[in-house]
């Protein structure tokens, strides 16, 4: 089962309960396609709609997270929103995870610096050797997360 159709099947209650999800799922709600927008405040679990419902059709406001779950979170579950939730929450849990964590964060924006720089460029170029050193000494030393997880044996990992 694909994460998607994990988030499809899951109660809508329980998806609102992660603040990333309610972010995610407020910014498809509030697409211009659809004329109501109905916004989720995780702080006190309140639902709120634009423009504001008329006082007679209160009453209906209860069916509105059965109607969002029915009718908006099987479209959320295809857009490329909700690929980039799963790849946030896959972000987050590889940080907090043992394999990854702040190190390895710290060396891929580091790269990602020096990898954005023209070496052959003088004026840049004292910069970009400082840099360099930089990740040699912090993060490719013998014992550091990044050297760790590079030598692991891939395939042993996943026969596990």
């Avoid at 504001?52 to 109607?67: F, H, S, V």
């Avoid at 929103?81 to 924006?109: A, M, N, R, T």
């Amino acid at each position: 089962m694909s994460s998607a159709e994990i988030i499809r099947s899951t109660n809508l209650i329980i998806l609102l309960e992660d603040e990333i999800f309610a972010d995610f799922f407020n910014t498809f709600l509030s697409l211009p396609v659809f004329g109501q927008t109905p916004f989720y405040t995780v702080e006190n679990s309140q639902w709120s709609l634009w423009p504001e419902m008329p006082c007679n059709l209160i009453a209906k406001y209860k069916g509105l997270l059965t109607w969002l779950e029915k009718y908006r979170l099987h479209f959320f579950c295809k857009t490329n929103l909700c690929f980039h939730y799963i790849l946030c929450q896959e972000f987050i849990s590889f940080i907090k995870s043992p394999e990854g964590g702040e190190e390895l964060v710290d060396f891929w924006i580091l790269t990602e610096k020096i990898l954005s720089i023209d070496e052959m460029d003088l004026e840049v170029r004292d910069y970009y050797l400082s840099l360099l050193l930089m990740l040699r000494a912090t993060h490719l030393q013998e014992g550091s997360r990044v050297v760790t997880l590079c030598n692991m044996n891939i395939n042993a990992q996943s026969l596990v």
